[in-house]
């Protein structure tokens, strides 16, 4: 079961709502409705049972929420103790993913989070990780954990850094949507309707201000790459689950369609060509897709790795053949999720979710994929002010905003390469001293740098860029072709992006 709550403003663009899911609960027992906006001011909002039962007033102590949250994780959701609870590593997934969702809800704002939220979060995800701790193989903890813990805390940290450094900002205000129209503006169609309105100096944002969103937006991508890239490496250890495996057709034909396998088995196949010949208009359509091409490749797996032609995961086709098909879905997936890095977990990666039994694998999993959608939130709240400001320069550019992509150009016209952790984490070190600086920080640092540069001898920009002065406002690299990463390594290989969707 997966539940959703809209709070006070209702269930509309319920699509574009869907940033925060629990999964697999099969208890009939109600449980907190979550979802990825809520009104943290409304009545109903979930709320604890402590305040109902022993008689006390006011709020409860942090030692009786602790006793509640682990209560609930050792009956798996189930809190009527009839043994009809969910798994300890999904009841764990779900814990993390719904105090996501109502500590971050969809963070409307470019603004620091109260000092209340701030220590609810940091309390309760500690206790929520403290589980890892007690995870050891032989004699110390366990290495996927050792390593992405610390890492996953330092991206968590880096990111609630950013929202703070929006506290002196003087040039861009919110309109709340219950405002006049006139005092709102024009908004476009394609709006979410209940974000607040994005107002900006008749002129736009001064030089500065916008250089320096520009480059805390790059900060932000970093942290979603780093985060996307752990994701998809725990999801690629999950075993595919059975049930996923029967629910499959026999062949990829069947799974794309005729248009769809035709496209991808011709003799000369370019990836951008094939995207671009197919309607990726909106967010469903794009999981449609990417959930049929997951699951050729599945089939794809089975059939080379079946040694018994008769089975059903027999092929008639050959080898080679069969290779190259599932190389090219491959390219065609990471396409996707550099493109769409927003986009909701598929089915395979629900299935996998909600059948995991390692209790670790589970953490690192909902860890990371809640400061992905945080991440992922900031840098479209980012956009959103940016966009505002290239209106007031010129009005005439009212189009459809661009969703944020992970690279600098739309079109990728090579094959791309699988996010890894460690590099990622890497960069996000290099470009992590400035990530500290307000604003009026970055001016300074920023009238250092056009002084350096105004006294080199050369005037070239390139140069300039690669120097190391330079280095740290540098746009991300290319996409680069490295097919020795492969996506899916093995049969139940198979990485993905996000925040769990709706089951379908």
């Given at each position: 079961?997966?539940?959703?709550?809209?709070?006070?403003?209702?269930?509309?663009?319920?699509?574009?709502?869907?940033?925060?899911?629990?999964?697999g609960t099969?208890?009939?027992?109600?449980?907190?409705?979550?979802?990825?906006?809520?009104?943290?001011?409304s009545?109903?909002?979930?709320?604890?049972?402590?305040?109902?039962?022993?008689?006390?007033?006011?709020?409860?102590?942090?030692?009786?929420?602790?006793?509640?949250?682990f209560?609930?994780?050792?009956?798996?959701?189930?809190?009527?103790?009839?043994?009809?609870g969910?798994?300890?590593?999904?009841?764990?997934?779900?814990?993390?993913?719904?105090?996501?969702?109502?500590?971050?809800?969809?963070?409307?704002?470019?603004e620091?989070?109260?000092?209340?939220?701030?220590?609810?979060?940091?309390?309760?995800?500690?206790?929520?990780?403290?589980?890892?701790?007690?995870?050891?193989?032989?004699?110390q903890?366990?290495?996927?954990?050792?390593?992405?813990?610390?890492?996953?805390?330092?991206?968590?940290?880096?990111?609630?850094?950013?929202?703070?450094?929006?506290?002196?900002?003087?040039?861009?205000w919110?309109?709340?949507?219950?405002?006049?129209?006139?005092?709102?503006?024009?908004?476009?169609?394609?709006?979410?309707?209940?974000?607040?309105?994005?107002?900006?100096?008749?002129?736009?944002?001064?030089?500065?201000?916008?250089?320096?969103?520009?480059?805390?937006?790059?900060?932000?991508?970093?942290?979603?790459?780093?985060?996307?890239?752990?994701?998809?490496?725990?999801?690629?250890?999950?075993?595919?689950?059975?049930?996923?495996?029967?629910?499959?057709?026999?062949?990829?034909r069947?799974?794309?369609?005729?248009?769809?396998?035709?496209?991808?088995?011709?003799?000369?196949?370019?990836?951008?060509?094939?995207?671009?010949?197919?309607?990726?208009?909106?967010?469903?359509?794009?999981?449609?897709?990417?959930?049929?091409?997951?699951?050729?490749?599945?089939?794809?797996?089975?059939?080379?790795?079946?040694?018994?032609?008769?089975?059903?995961?027999?092929?008639?086709?050959?080898?080679?053949?069969?290779?190259?098909?599932?190389?090219?879905?491959?390219?065609?997936?990471?396409?996707?999720?550099?493109?769409?890095?927003?986009?909701?977990?598929?089915?395979l990666?629900?299935?996998?979710?909600?059948?995991?039994?390692?209790?670790?694998?589970?953490?690192?999993?909902?860890?990371?994929r809640v400061?992905?959608?945080?991440?992922?939130?900031?840098?479209?709240?980012?956009?959103?002010?940016?966009?505002?400001?290239?209106?007031?320069?010129?009005?005439?550019?009212?189009?459809?905003?661009?969703?944020?992509?992970?690279t600098?150009?739309?079109?990728?016209?090579?094959?791309?390469?699988?996010?890894?952790?460690?590099?990622?984490?890497?960069?996000?070190?290099?470009m992590?001293?400035?990530?500290?600086?307000?604003?009026?920080?970055?001016?300074?640092?920023?009238?250092?740098?056009?002084?350096?540069?105004?006294?080199?001898?050369?005037?070239?920009l390139?140069?300039?860029?690669?120097?190391?002065?330079?280095?740290?406002?540098?746009k991300?690299?290319?996409?680069?072709?490295?097919?020795?990463?492969?996506?899916?390594?093995k049969?139940?290989?198979?990485?993905?992006l996000?925040?769990?969707?709706?089951?379908?």
């Open positions: 079961m997966i539940l959703e709550a809209t709070g006070a403003n209702g269930s509309a663009a319920a699509d574009d709502k869907k940033l925060w899911r629990s999964h099969t208890s009939d027992h109600p449980v907190e409705q979550v979802g990825s906006v809520l009104d943290r001011s009545d109903i909002a979930p709320k604890s049972r402590l305040n109902k039962i022993g008689g006390g007033h006011g709020r409860p102590s942090d030692m009786e929420l602790m006793k509640e949250r209560a609930k994780l050792l009956l798996g959701e189930d809190m009527s103790g009839g043994g009809k969910v798994s300890s590593a999904l009841a764990l997934s779900n814990a993390i993913t719904n105090l996501a969702a109502s500590v971050f809800g969809e963070q409307w704002r470019l620091p989070m109260s000092a209340e939220r701030k220590a609810r979060w940091r309390r309760e995800i500690d206790w929520l990780l403290s589980v890892t701790d007690h995870i050891i193989m032989v004699t903890q366990r290495r996927d954990l050792h390593m992405s813990i610390p890492a996953l805390r330092k991206l968590d940290a880096m990111l609630i850094e950013y929202l703070d450094r929006f506290k002196d900002h003087n040039e861009f919110y309109v709340s949507r219950d405002a006049d129209e006139s005092e709102r503006g024009t908004r476009k169609m394609d709006d979410k309707w209940w974000l607040p309105t994005i107002k900006v100096p008749p002129n736009g944002l001064s030089d500065m201000s916008r250089k320096w969103l520009q480059h805390l937006k790059e900060l932000v991508n970093q942290v979603l790459k780093a985060a996307m890239a752990i994701n998809a490496n725990v999801l690629m250890e999950m075993e595919t689950p059975e049930a996923y495996i029967e629910s499959l057709p026999k062949n990829g069947a799974s794309l369609g005729d248009a769809l396998y035709r496209s991808i088995t011709v003799d000369i196949f370019d990836p951008e060509d094939f995207l671009a010949s197919l309607d990726l208009s909106t967010e469903h359509k794009i999981l449609d897709l990417k959930n049929r091409i997951e699951a050729s490749i599945v089939i794809w797996k089975r059939k080379m790795h079946s040694k018994d032609a008769k089975s059903p995961w027999g092929s008639a086709v050959s080898l080679e053949k069969r290779e190259q098909f599932e190389e090219r879905a491959e390219t065609i997936l990471l396409i996707l999720k550099h493109r769409f890095p927003g986009i909701p977990q598929s089915a990666d629900i299935s996998k979710i909600q059948y995991n039994k390692d209790i670790g694998h589970s953490i690192l999993e909902s860890y990371s400061l992905e959608s945080l991440a992922f939130t900031v840098m479209s709240r980012i956009d959103d002010v940016l966009y505002a400001d290239s209106l007031a320069q010129d009005p005439t550019l009212g189009g459809t905003k661009k969703r944020p992509t992970l600098d150009t739309e079109a990728v016209t090579v094959k791309v390469k699988v996010l890894d952790p460690k590099e990622e984490i890497e960069k996000l070190s290099q992590e001293e400035p990530a500290a600086m307000t604003l009026s920080d970055f001016m300074g640092w920023q009238v250092e740098q056009d002084s350096e540069t105004k006294n080199k001898d050369s005037g070239n390139e140069e300039m860029l690669n120097s190391e002065d330079g280095k740290l406002m540098r991300p690299p290319p996409i680069v072709t490295n097919k020795k990463f492969s996506y899916i390594e049969i139940d290989n198979l990485g993905g996000r925040s769990p969707s709706a089951l379908h």
